[in-house]
């Protein structure tokens, strides 16, 4: 309901029906040594399929609502919403652990000079890490920049001509004007972060034990 309230400016409505298409069914199974989750939007026997095997831990705090925010997106989109947004917004949701991971992959971008070409990441798969690092990373730069509303209707209006989405929504003339300024937003956001951490631990080291 709050995934629903924050992205699509409604909640779901709530709703006995048996139909199937309204019905998400979860398949949930407690594992302590495993951690696999995936959502089937639009399965071929109606309506969507949610998976979930990993600690009860894990998907209380954050693979349930991962995968609830792909179900919640796919009443707005159904199966068509572009793979890098769907995952840019259920990633938010994800837990630390695996945001450290991303923010690391981002600091590689930017220490190796070497980026994903948004042009096929904008229509490909999102498997690898260094993917979701860059679909969030886009996600957040976008959103950031205007809001989550209008993040929504650009995505479905990407679809058609990406360049004229940007050019309506943000402003931007094409995809690699957005290119240019999403890797000067990450080198910002990367150096931006790097330097509080050393002064950080610095002090730290400095400090006497008990002051607190
Ligand atoms: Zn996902």
Do not use: C
């Not at 302590?32 to 831990?57: C, I, M, N």
């Not at 929504?169 to 690699?176: A, C, D, E, F, Q």
């Amino acid at each position: 309901m709050r995934i629903g309230a924050a992205w699509l400016g409604r909640t779901l409505p709530a709703t006995r029906t048996t139909l199937p298409r309204a019905t998400t069914t979860i398949y949930l199974e407690i594992d302590e040594e495993r951690s696999f989750a995936r959502t089937l939007v639009d399965a071929p026997e109606g309506g969507h399929l949610v998976w979930l095997v990993g600690s009860q831990e894990a998907i209380t705090g954050h693979l349930l609502e991962h995968e609830l925010a792909h179900v919640v997106l796919a009443s707005r989109f159904g199966d068509s919403m572009p793979i890098w947004a769907n995952e840019g917004i259920a990633s938010r949701y994800d837990n630390q652990r695996r945001k450290i991971i991303r923010q690391q992959k981002l600091a590689g971008f930017v220490t190796m000079d070497s980026w994903p070409h948004l042009d096929r990441l904008l229509v490909g798969e999102i498997r690898q890490q260094w993917q979701y690092a860059a679909a969030v990373s886009l996600t957040d730069y976008l959103v950031e920049r205007g809001g989550r509303t209008k993040f929504i209707q650009f995505v479905a209006d990407s679809t058609d001509n990406i360049d004229t989405a940007l050019a309506a929504h943000y402003g931007i003339r094409s995809l690699s004007q957005l290119q240019h300024q999403w890797q000067q937003a990450v080198r910002e956001q990367v150096s931006g972060q790097q330097r509080p951490t050393v002064i950080a631990t610095a002090r730290e080291a400095a400090a006497p034990r008990y002051v607190r």
